[in-house]
């Protein structure tokens, strides 16, 4: 595999220099600092990333007070207190986007928040006291036990709230193959996914750079050349 200077010196001339590209990394996560995160705040970002998959993510954040509003805040507890036909009456609530499959994914992922906070004292503990090399693993667990939290909303989630999550997005695996890791076009078996891991985790101990960053980095060195202002504006850091 090449040094990773190399690739970050190619993302760097596609988007106008170190400087600029730097600009576009976003802050450095600290995943000990998710143990912060209250619950409701947990399931209220699980739900926005689950509404978001396949929409458009700006219409989704702009709702979103009235999503806190008719979801009541996404108070694990208080929802799951909620009676059936208080989830049926969402699916007509015009405050949301009414999708019944995703409206039952936020009743059952209140009652997977409140079961693992009551195991680890706090869903963000849990999450700050994963491995964070292990990635791949805490994919693997959020798609398992919670819903509709499999694949790229898994990450999403992860990068949202703030934990050192790389993104496993098209430029991302064509920059890895790119770089001679033998991965597939759109890789999802767990053998490829192991493959990322050990690489960008070998790349992270080598720089010392936060996986979030080396992740970034492989995505905007290859595929279509964005410009900077709609990357910031893509990831919502205008």
């Given at each position: 595999?090449?040094?990773f ?6 993302a ?6 170190e400087a600029?590209l730097?600009?576009?990394?976003g802050?450095?996560?600290?995943n000990?600092a998710?143990?912060d995160?209250?619950d409701?705040?947990?399931l ?11 929409f458009?993510?700006r219409?989704i954040?702009q ?7 008719a979801?009541?805040h996404f108070?694990?507890?208080r929802?799951?207190f909620?009676p ?6 969402l ?8 999708n019944p499959?995703?409206?039952k994914s936020?009743r059952d ?14 869903f963000?503990k849990?999450?700050?006291n994963w491995?964070?090399g292990?990635?791949?693993g805490?994919?693997?667990y959020?798609?398992?036990?919670g819903?509709?939290?499999?694949g790229?909303?898994?990450q999403y989630l992860?990068r949202?709230?703030g934990w050192?999550a ?6 991302l ?10 991965i597939a076009e759109s890789p999802?078996s767990?053998?490829?996914?192991d ?9 992270a101990?080598e720089t010392?750079?936060?996986?979030r960053h080396i992740s970034?980095?492989l995505a905007?060195s290859i595929?279509e050349?964005?410009?900077p202002?709609?990357l ?7």
């Amino acid at each position: 595999m090449p040094d990773f200077a190399r690739i970050r010196a190619r993302a760097a001339k596609r988007k106008g220099g170190e400087a600029e590209l730097s600009s576009l990394l976003g802050p450095v996560p600290d995943n000990a600092a998710v143990a912060d995160i209250t619950d409701d705040r947990i399931l209220s970002t699980m739900a926005e990333r689950v509404f978001a998959a396949g929409f458009v993510w700006r219409v989704i954040e702009q709702k979103w007070p009235g999503f806190e509003e008719a979801f009541l805040h996404f108070e694990p507890k208080r929802l799951l207190f909620q009676p059936d036909d208080f989830w049926h009456d969402l699916t007509a609530d015009k405050r949301i986007v009414r999708n019944p499959q995703k409206i039952k994914s936020v009743r059952d992922n209140a009652a997977f928040v409140e079961r693992v906070s009551k195991e680890h004292g706090g869903f963000g503990k849990f999450l700050a006291n994963w491995p964070a090399g292990d990635q791949v693993g805490l994919m693997a667990y959020l798609g398992k036990h919670g819903s509709r939290l499999g694949g790229n909303t898994g990450q999403y989630l992860l990068r949202w709230l703030g934990w050192d999550a790389f993104v496993i997005s098209g430029d991302l695996a064509a920059a890895l193959r790119d770089a001679g890791l033998d991965i597939a076009e759109s890789p999802t078996s767990k053998k490829d996914l192991d493959k990322i891991q050990v690489q960008i985790n070998t790349w992270a101990a080598e720089t010392g750079l936060p996986r979030r960053h080396i992740s970034r980095i492989l995505a905007m060195s290859i595929g279509e050349n964005n410009s900077p202002q709609s990357l910031r504006e893509y990831m919502g850091d205008d």
